[in-house]
């Protein structure tokens, strides 16, 4: 659980009947320059506040302020890089130290989706993996809102990551997120993912009459083959850097595997 500048402490675990798992977090915030282009990183299972850097450019800023996370025993979330299109591919490349990178957020102004001259988050993350960087997709909804639903709130439950974690504790969920033994998701659920470097084979939770089509894309976000159906299957033929997938389903629906290095 995380909100800007601010960090939530627990007391529910001392309850005996409590299965819930809630990991502390912070959105470091930060707001550059004369124009205030925000910076918003999440710290994951800090152990403290993180004290947000603002920094003469964005890139210091931005690596500052991931130092300053992993400084305090937490993983590093890059939050939607188009809100008000703050970040390029060329910044969050140059970076490191972050595990993750938003490729869908739930809110409806952080132009997740681009436009004809400006990357798609997705495309980021792209551009990001074609750098050499070895970084995970994240799907949040990035909630604001829980008492009025509308498309113009920020609702919960549009975006989420599904963790296949060795025991259901804060530190099992933290240890899977680190290796990235999960997938992200706005409402597509997978049984199964098999990906190594010989290739990569899917299995999709059906609903019935819903059609499921999957993209395999490598190096530079070029698409290496499209699937139809449920059990969607890729046989790496010599690419060079990565293999990644993206599920769709016919309702608008996706999910997003992490990529194969090579």
């Not at 800023?61 to 400084?71: A, E, F, G, V």
């Not at 390029?88 to 869908?104: D, K, Q, R, W």
């Not at 909804?141 to 974690?165: C, I, K, M, Q």
């Amino acid at each position: 659980m995380s909100d800007h500048n601010h960090l939530t402490l627990f007391d529910y675990q001392a309850k005996d009947d409590s299965d819930l798992i809630l990991i502390p977090g912070e959105e470091v915030t930060s707001s550059i320059g004369v124009d205030s282009i925000p910076l918003h990183i999440n710290g994951i299972g800090i152990n403290r506040l993180v004290e947000p850097a603002d920094c003469k450019t964005v890139l210091e800023s931005l690596q500052t302020n991931i130092d300053r996370i992993l400084d305090a025993g937490g993983l590093v979330s890059i939050n939607h890089p188009n809100y008000k299109w703050a970040l390029t591919p060329e910044i969050i490349s140059s970076s490191t130290g972050a595990n993750m990178l938003e490729v869908f957020n739930g809110h409806p102004m952080t132009n997740t989706f681009g436009t004809g001259n400006k990357p798609s988050a997705e495309q980021i993350w792209d551009a990001v993996l074609t750098s050499g960087q070895k970084i995970f997709a994240a799907a949040t909804d990035d909630a604001h809102n829980y008492h009025e639903f509308t498309p113009n709130h920020s609702n919960p439950g549009r975006g989420w990551l599904n963790v296949r974690a060795s025991q259901l504790t804060s530190d099992g969920i933290i240890d899977s997120l680190r290796s990235g033994d999960f997938y992200s998701s706005t409402g597509v659920v997978l049984n199964e993912i098999n990906a190594d470097k010989n290739g990569i084979s899917i299995e999709i939770e059906r609903i019935p009459f819903v059609e499921y089509e999957t993209t395999f894309v490598g190096e530079g976000g070029k698409v290496l083959d499209r699937c139809f159906g449920s059990n969607p299957e890729y046989v790496l033929q010599g690419e060079k850097g990565y293999v990644r997938a993206t599920i769709s389903d016919s309702n608008g629906f996706k999910a997003w595997i992490q990529p194969v290095h090579i």
